[in-house]
């Protein structure tokens, strides 16, 4: 019965905090466009960017046509470099880079914006002893990038006005 009282006391406490505190939910992006064209063919990013667009209820056309806006995806870059060694000449730690460059022009708009970059870097800590392990936390840490980039990229899209 105690133990019972105290659990439900330790929950009101916490669910209050979390309310007091300001706390919610991400909603949907807020971008001043209905509908986009994508240019452009990057692996990663495309398919989570289309998913995320309609999300936030932007329609994402076959053709520039009826588009009020233009994104061209002119690249992205994975990278993983060694940024430490042990003393016998091992890797000890790397880091992981994703950068996705693209530019965007509004329907009727003669120019392109600048080209712009968005990028998210990790570093994690080797050993051949874990290597399937590590190999697991490298492939989390690369959709976590990911994931970032996206959310960036999602955010700077959202930004732009009329």
Known sequence: ???????????????????????????????????????????????????????????????????????????????????????????????LYYRVHYRTKRAGAELWSPTQTVEARRDFTYSDANLLAKQGEEKRLNESIQQDVLSNLMRRLSTIKK
């Open 1 to 95: 019965m105690i133990k019972h009282n105290l659990r439900t006391l330790f929950l009101t406490c916490l669910l209050t905090s979390l309310v007091a505190c300001g706390f919610h939910l991400r909603g949907a992006a807020d971008v001043a466009f209905s509908s986009i064209f994508i240019q452009g063919n990057t692996l990663v990013i495309n398919k989570k960017l289309v998913k995320s667009l309609n999300t936030n209820g932007v329609k994402v056309l076959p053709s520039a046509e009826g588009a009020e806006m233009l994104l061209e995806m002119l690249g992205e870059e994975s990278e993983k470099r060694i940024l430490s060694l042990a003393g016998r000449g091992t890797v000890n730690e790397f880091e």
